[in-house]
């Protein structure tokens, strides 16, 4: 009942701005999975992609994948009048003190930059990772084909560069591939660092690890659901604010779970065939990805990935034993499913690099009273302001209200103890920003 009320909500929008949802289809339906199956061929040919293997053969290794995945982003910033920047982001990885860095090297990430109309340094990012691994994450020479680990992230992160390159945004658009995910993350550290000392303005990342399974080691079969796992609150939170969080709440709604939020709501509204699936932890238990170095930044980032893995099929030399075929192979992964998930991720970031800023300085009061009063700073291109509320145990902004181009508002009759509420910039196409929950807390 909770998902037809939200979706009921989002069709009023829709019916009010259909020109521009008919773009978004358009991106959808642009999506191919024969290319996703051919880049993932091409990855997975190239043998090892361990970070620290062959970096001198054109034809086996990293330096021949992330040369090959350098040149694809350049043909199609070609196609597109130059409107992609490519070049490669490195930092020096040493042995000594990693005790996972089998030998001193070069973490190359490949970055292609469609640079916004608008506002050229505010960023959405959507990543894969170039790097594959064997059984022994320290063995680089063994084949590791990594079709699904993560050669399926890196082909839809190509994929939505030729689909969305078709197109201009106010924002920028980053398409990167990351390497080293395999040994420590290095390759997201290097690239989130890189974005703080540039100054990046992100507005979220979007990390794609393993989207190309559909059968689960649990015998599940399902080419419909998919996670989004997004931490609670950001770890660079003061200590003050941790504070204040008690009084005031909060502690699921930092900045990574309302973009995982937005991921969700655009997926339902446009993709309603699909069944994404926030998870409310950083991800998996134990196990890691390249959005957290983002998240260690302060940065918001998410994981977008498939709802059931099998084990049997990653991080695995390819053998069989006891009847159980063992390697990440092409034959495992589900192209169409694959192609699903970067939908998602296009439409994301279609919507994002179209939608105005966030509001600024949001501020809540209405302790003890019978209405819920609102601040906050206008933003430029924003045509207004939508008020979010939910119940305290929902996951998703349930209710909605459009207050126009006003800086402040009043609802009336609800009462501030029973609910959640953020605010969100709509801009003049009906793209909205990310919901920002209240930073302040005023009264009078
Ligand atoms: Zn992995």
């Not at 920047?85 to 089998?102: A, E, I, L």
């Not at 015998?219 to 200590?239: C, L, Q």
């Amino acid at each position: 009942m909770k998902h037809l009320i939200s979706f009921s909500l989002c069709f009023i929008t829709l019916t009010a701005f259909s020109q521009t949802s008919q773009k978004i289809y358009n991106i959808i339906d642009a999506v191919s999975s024969d290319r996703i199956q051919k880049d993932i061929q091409t990855l997975v040919n190239f043998g090892t992609r361990n970070t620290f293997s062959d970096t001198i053969s054109d034809t086996r290794g990293i330096g021949a994948a992330r040369r090959w995945i350098k040149s694809e982003f350049e043909a199609i910033s070609k196609n597109c009048g130059n409107c992609i920047d490519v070049f490669y982001q490195k930092d020096f990885v040493t042995k000594s003190g990693n005790r996972r860095v089998p030998h001193d090297a070069w973490v190359v990430n490949v970055v292609a930059i469609q640079k916004g109309t608008k506002y050229p340094n505010r960023y959405v990012i959507m990543s894969g990772d170039i790097d594959s691994r064997a059984s022994d994450t320290m063995d680089f020479t063994t084949d590791a084909p990594g079709a699904n680990d993560n050669a399926s992230g890196m082909a839809g992160t190509i994929e939505a560069a030729r689909v969305l390159s078709k197109y201009q945004f106010e924002s920028s658009i980053i398409y990167v591939g990351l390497s080293g995910e395999e040994q420590g993350l290095f390759g997201g550290a290097g690239l989130a660092k890189y974005a703080q000392d540039k100054n990046w303005d992100i507005i979220g990342v979007l990390n794609n690890d393993m989207i190309g399974n559909i059968k689960g080691v649990d015998g599940i079969i399902d080419n419909r659901t998919f996670r989004i796992f997004s931490e609670p609150v950001p770890p660079t939170e003061t200590e003050r604010e941790r504070t204040l969080r008690r009084f005031y709440g909060g502690e699921v709604d930092g900045v990574s779970r309302q973009l995982a939020r937005y991921i969700y709501k655009t997926t339902k509204v446009y993709m309603p065939e699909m069944n994404p699936m926030m998870v409310y932890r950083l991800d998996r238990f134990g196990r890691g990805g390249h959005h957290r170095p983002f998240n260690d930044l302060g940065f918001s980032g998410i994981r977008i990935m498939e709802a059931h893995e099998n084990y049997t099929q990653q991080h695995q030399d390819i053998r069989e034993e006891n009847g159980i075929k063992y390697g990440d192979v092409i034959e495992h992964v589900n192209f169409d499913y694959a192609k699903k998930l970067t939908a998602v991720n296009a439409i994301n970031l279609a919507s994002l690099a179209s939608a105005p800023q966030q509001p600024k300085n949001v501020a809540i009061g209405g302790i003890v009273q019978p209405a819920v009063k609102f601040k906050w700073d206008k933003v430029d291109d924003a045509i207004g302001y939508k008020i979010y509320w939910r119940d305290t145990t929902s996951p998703t902004w349930d209710n909605s209200r459009y207050v126009g181009d006003v800086s402040e508002f009043t609802l009336d009759g609800i009462v501030i103890d029973n609910y959640f509420f953020g605010i969100a910039s709509v801009g003049k196409n009906g793209f909205e920003s990310v919901v920002v929950f209240p930073n302040k807390v005023f009264r009078d």
